[in-house]
């Protein structure tokens, strides 16, 4: 079974990155991906991994993946073979200990130049649409910031929720 898909092998890989690599960010990268692109709509759009871009003159193309703030972690794009395709949303990931805090300059940028954000530190997941908030769902909390220990959901229910909300996104209209 896909880890995107399994509640149980997402909460350990979760803590396997808290404990084994301090909860890190860029360890959440691949899971989150793994997620999006595993979604029902997944395949038919182009998630790409922009968080260690700079700006380029040389490439015009690049610039039109970031925000007032900087790049954001992930772009969404067209499913297409080609330089300039459509920027449909943004990822943004944080560590699971800091809180998604929706007052951040950074997260503020990117819902005002990109019409999808998807924002999540692995535990809570909230997705704006038109800077809306669509839905915000939280698979547990950290309780032990130091020692990185998460307190999850019991019901599967939660988990179910969030990939059937995650899903729903149209990123393609």
């Not at 404990?19 to 395949?43: D, P, T």
């Not at 182009?46 to 954001?72: C, E, L, M, Q, T």
């Not at 998460?150 to 019901?155: P, T, V």
Request: hydrophobic share 35%; aromatic share 10%; proline share 1%.
């Amino acid at each position: 079974m896909s880890l995107s898909r399994n509640f149980e092998e997402y909460k350990e890989e979760i803590e396997l990155s808290c404990i084994q690599n301090r909860g890190v960010e860029i360890e959440l990268y691949s899971i989150i991906a793994c997620i999006i692109r595993e979604s029902i709509l997944g395949r038919n759009i182009s998630v790409r991994d922009v968080s260690n871009r700079r700006s380029s003159n040389s490439y015009a193309y690049i610039n039109n993946y970031k925000s007032d703030s900087g790049f954001p972690d992930f772009i969404i794009l067209e499913r297409k073979k080609d330089f300039n395709v459509r920027v449909l949303g943004c990822i943004e990931v944080k560590m699971p200990s800091i809180s998604l805090n929706l007052d951040n300059c950074q997260i503020k940028a990117h819902r005002r130049r990109f019409n999808k954000v998807l924002y999540t530190n692995g535990i809570e997941w909230i997705y704006f649409e038109n800077e809306n908030k669509v839905f915000d769902v939280s698979l547990g909390k950290m309780i032990d910031k130091n020692k990185l220990k998460i307190e999850w959901e019991q019901e599967e229910n939660t988990w179910n929720k969030l990939l059937k909300k995650i899903d729903e996104i149209k990123w393609i209209e």
